[in-house]
């Protein structure tokens, strides 16, 4: 996750929609995440949650969240539940539109000088 505030490869608008639509919007986001949004979002938003403290007050991340409550109704349940996850390994089941079915491994990486940078490798299985 990039930090909302940090300058992008991409526009802050396209990581504001990527958020939003890929993740917690159910209708988008259901094609790909393989029957299993439910499970997706709830993850994701516990690994936000574990990097939430470092910018709690950050403009940015405080218009992110508003955003995020109006755009996703299951979003202020979760959110609320305080569930913390860290990301370290684990496995991915997406449909591509192209490709079809790709399962994944995953494992990431986090820069102990700097807790916003964070790397993520995924290999097909």
């Not at 396209?14 to 997706?40: K, N």
């Not at 807790?115 to 995924?122: F, N, Q, S, T």
Request: glycine fraction near 6%.
């Amino acid at each position: 996750m990039v930090h909302p505030g940090r300058q992008a490869a991409r526009s802050p608008r396209h990581h504001r929609r990527h958020h939003q639509r890929l993740i917690l919007h159910r209708q988008p986001a259901q094609p790909i995440a393989a029957g299993r949004w439910t499970d997706e979002a709830q993850r994701m938003i516990a690994q936000f949650r574990a990097t939430h403290d470092l910018w709690a007050g950050d403009p940015a991340f405080r218009d992110l969240l508003a955003r995020l409550r109006e755009g996703c109704p299951e979003f202020i349940g979760w959110w609320e539940a305080h569930d913390v996850s860290g990301v370290a390994a684990g496995r991915k089941s997406l449909i591509h539109p192209k490709k079809g079915r790709l399962k994944l491994e995953y494992a990431s990486f986090q820069a102990n000088d700097d807790p916003a940078l964070k790397l993520v490798i995924y290999t097909t299985v």
